[in-house]
């Protein structure tokens, strides 16, 4: 008798809360299945989870695909419908978060002597360079990181980006 005790005292269930068929505090990845605009939110891209649990992703488009952690699951007072409060989980690549919007300013410019185009650069995470074509030192951009890789005529990591407004 006293071994089965030991056994049970050394045990420890850890049981995940989930609500509406929703384990809260769990990294998942959802897709978006649909878009829609709201005068007061503006456009979204809406993903289900669950039992139903709507998610809200800003400026999603149809098919693109989000990790997310949910931290809880409520109803919406206006809708009726069940809505999840979540947070964004970033892929990192060399120190940038990659789909989040990251506000940068321009330190230097580059003269590209292939193209003759001039571009602003900035260094951000991790040495990763961005070049952003006529931009100016000093000025200052929210951009998007879809990639960073290794540039075939540098050798030095460049973001494939895209700027925001």
Known sequence: MSVAL???V????????TKEGVELGKTMEVTITQTMENAQIGKNGVAIIGNGVEV??????KGEKYKIVVKNVVKNVATGKMEAQFD????????????KVIEVTITSEYLNTYTKRKSGLVVIGNGVEVYI?????????????????????????????????
């Open 133 to 165: 074509t006529n931009a100016k030192v000093g000025e200052k951009y929210k951009i998007v990181v879809k990639a960073v890789e290794v540039s075939t005529f540098s050798g030095k990591f460049e973001a494939d980006f895209t700027v925001v407004k």
């Open 56 to 61: 809200y992703v800003t400026n999603a488009k």
């Open 88 to 99: 964004r989980v970033y892929d990192v690549k060399e120190g940038v978060e990659l789909g």
């Open 10 to 17: 050394g045990v420890s269930l850890v049981f995940a809360e």
């Open 6 to 8: 030991m056994l049970v």
